[in-house]
């Protein structure tokens, strides 16, 4: 288990604590053991054998358990304070102690370095502003080893353009919910407005806000955080995006501390 002595900031404006108690069934139907695999797959591929893993916007923890049931050393940081709290509960259920902690992507503060940074859910979409997202790069590149690697995914353009994210449930699926998707094209943001109704709970409506990013703006911003783009990937494959992926998985490394003499 990889310790941590670190006090965390309090953690305000929850946008997930309406939706933590029933996350998990939401997301029942998604493949995580395959998302974990496709992550050592690209670890392997790439010459990368980490030990110790961060995983930011841990959502509820169910990607850090699968880690480290597999052996890998684990922290968990997420902002929702209910999100952390269900990630809890389930690590204990399982018997495994990983530390979840309340932090904000741009503002890490750990003591521990760390072999590999995951970030996944398209969690990097909910920064709005470019200087955002370049405080999130340079946090990361903090908390990491010299040669550890940076893995995460985006949602692309092309899926806000698309209105992918105007969905909704089966009616009678035990969550019942219908999103309504609105993409600015001039921002490049998107307004999803998100309605549900759980079993025996007044339902009740949330907004989600996401901002498309160019490829081309998010390798600029990893060169200013000086992290190296090793790679982009259509998601869960080897091969590189095209026009219509809906999502991009950026391989990037800190590069190896320089040898004095």
């Known amino acids: 288990m990889v310790s941590s002595s670190l006090q965390p900031s309090p953690c305000t404006e929850d946008p997930f604590v309406r939706i933590a108690p029933f996350y998990d069934e939401l997301m ?36 850090a358990l699968l880690l ?47 072999d590999l940074v995951l970030c996944l859910y398209d969690s990097l979409n909910y920064l709005l502003e470019e200087e955002g997202l370049l405080a ?13 690697a940076f893995f995460f995914d985006m949602n692309s353009l092309y899926s806000f353009q698309a209105e992918l994210f105007t969905q909704e449930s089966a009616a009678d699926a035990e969550v019942v919910y219908r999103w309504r998707s609105r993409f600015d094209p001039y921002s490049r943001i998107a307004e999803v407005e998100m309605y549900f109704a759980p079993p025996e709970e007044e339902p009740f409506r949330v907004i989600h806000r996401q901002r498309a990013y160019l490829v081309e703006e998010v390798i600029g911003l990893l060169g200013r955080a000086r992290f ?21 998985f950026y391989l990037a490394q800190r590069p190896e501390a320089r040898k004095k003499g």
């Open 136 to 148: 999130a790069f340079r946090a990361v590149r903090r908390v990491m080893e010299p040669g550890g």
């Open 228 to 248: 190296v783009s090793l790679e982009l990937f259509e998601a869960y494959t080897l091969l590189p995006p095209g026009r219509f992926s809906e999502r991009i």
């Open 28 to 63: 029942a139907s998604i493949p995580y053991c395959g998302w974990v695999e496709y992550v050592e797959k690209v670890m392997g591929t790439f010459g990368f054998a980490p030990r110790r893993i961060l995983d930011v916007a841990c959502g509820t923890g169910t990607v």
């Open 68 to 114: 480290a049931q597999r052996g890998y050393q684990v922290v968990g940081i997420d902002r929702s304070p209910a999100m952390l709290e269900a990630a809890r509960r389930k690590a204990k259920a399982a018997g495994v102690e990983i530390p979840f902690l309340c932090q904000d992507v741009k503002g890490l503060k750990l003591k521990e370095k760390f």
